[in-house]
């Protein structure tokens, strides 16, 4: 994308061509063309998905992913710990666990 659209280093991340150069791509633009593709590839209620699906969603995706909590939180630009309401854990992880306690329970001396 650096190639096809060339843009100074000071520049946003996302960038689309405009009439006069390049102009960010705001929330409230890559949201609506978001809900667009959704709708066009037959996904359910697109209208619901906002740009907040996304940072929930990468914040659990990178915590699965084994991300540190702080790096989350940095890159979430979150300024508390409130990061951690949105995580998902997989049904994987949530078995992994209850089995771990088992054994240990298990493992206890009588």
């Given at each position: ?89 997989s ?14 329970i ?5």
């Amino acid at each position: 994308m650096i190639e096809l659209i060339p843009a100074h280093r000071s520049c946003p991340v996302f960038l689309l061509p405009g009439p006069s150069g390049v102009v960010p791509l705001s929330k409230r633009s890559f949201v609506s063309q978001f809900r667009t593709c959704l709708s066009h590839i037959g996904i359910p209620h697109a209208d619901r998905y906002r740009g907040h699906s996304f940072r929930r969603g990468a914040a659990s995706w990178a915590f699965s992913c084994g991300v540190p909590g702080e790096l989350i939180q940095l890159y979430g630009d979150w300024s508390s710990d409130s990061y951690k309401l949105y995580l998902e854990f997989s049904l994987k992880s949530k078995l992994a666990l209850a089995t771990q306690l088992r054994s240990a329970i298990v493992s206890l001396p009588l």
